[in-house]
C-alpha cells in the first residue's frame, strides 16, 4: 500500500513538472512571437492628406449641407504647418473653393472630380471645374478625375471616354481618349484574383495595339 501510494505522488509530481514545462514553454512561444513593434516618430510635418470638412449634421448628398467656408477655413488652419498639401474629391458647392482657401494657410491641393454613374452630376463637377480653372492655375498642384469610379466600376469604358473628352472641351471620343483611359479602366479587371499584381499595363497596352488605338 505504501508503495502504491508513493508510486502515485511520484507520478503526480511528474505531472506537476510537465504542466509547468508546457505553459513556460507556451509562455515562451508567445513572447517570440508577439514582440512589440515599435513605431516610428511621427514627423513634424506629413506630405499630405485627403480632406473631407463635413461636419454633423452635413452630408456630400446634398449641396445645401455642406461646409460653410468659414468652416473649411477653421479646418485648413488646423492642418497648417502639420501638412504640406490636401486632396479633395468634388469641386462641387463650397468644396471647390478649397484650394483658393488652403492656398491662404500655405497648403498645397490636389483637386479630385467625383464621377459616378449619375451623369447629370458628372457634367456640373466637369462645368464646375472648367470655370473655376483660372482660379485654380496658381493653387493646385493636380487634377484626379474619377479614379474611384474605376475601381468602383460605375463607369463602362465608353463613358470614361466620354468624361475624358468633356473634360477637354471636346465634343466626341476620339482614339486618344480610349488609349488615355483603357490603361485605368481595364488592367485591375484582368486578373484572375483579386490578389494578382494590377501595376501594369501590358495586356492593355497589347489589346489596343492589336486594334489600332495605341497612344
Not at 506629413?46 to 456630400?60: C, D, H, K, L, W
Not at 470655370?131 to 465608353?158: H, I, S
Not at 479602366?185 to 486594334?211: E, I, K, M
Request: proline share 5%.
Amino acid at each position: 500500500m505504501d508503495n502504491r501510494r508513493s508510486a502515485l505522488q511520484t507520478i503526480d509530481r511528474a505531472s506537476w513538472i510537465l504542466l509547468a514545462l508546457a505553459a513556460t514553454l507556451l509562455v515562451a512561444l508567445w513572447a517570440l512571437f508577439n514582440r512589440p513593434d515599435h513605431a516610428p516618430p511621427w514627423p513634424q510635418s506629413i506630405e499630405g492628406v485627403s480632406f473631407s470638412p463635413f461636419r454633423a449634421g452635413q452630408t456630400p448628398k446634398s449641396v445645401d449641407f455642406y461646409p460653410s467656408e468659414e468652416q473649411i477655413s477653421r479646418d485648413l488652419a488646423l492642418l497648417a504647418g502639420s501638412v504640406e498639401s490636401v486632396r479633395t474629391y468634388s469641386v462641387e458647392g463650397t468644396l471647390g473653393s478649397v484650394p483658393r482657401l488652403a492656398r491662404e494657410h500655405g497648403l498645397r491641393t490636389t483637386v479630385g472630380l467625383w464621377i459616378s454613374d449619375d451623369l447629370e452630376r458628372n457634367r456640373r463637377e466637369i462645368d464646375e471645374l472648367v470655370r473655376r480653372l483660372p482660379e485654380f492655375r496658381a493653387a493646385v498642384e493636380a487634377v484626379v478625375v474619377g479614379n474611384e469610379t474605376l475601381l468602383r466600376g460605375e463607369l463602362t469604358l465608353l463613358r470614361a471616354c466620354r468624361a475624358a473628352a468633356a473634360l477637354g472641351g471636346e465634343a466626341s471620343v476620339s482614339a486618344r481618349h480610349i488609349a488615355a483611359v483603357a490603361p485605368m479602366a481595364l488592367r485591375h479587371r484582368l486578373r484572375r484574383d483579386p490578389l494578382d499584381d494590377s501595376g501594369t499595363n501590358v495586356r492593355v497596352t497589347r489589346a489596343l495595339d492589336t486594334l489600332g488605338l495605341a497612344a
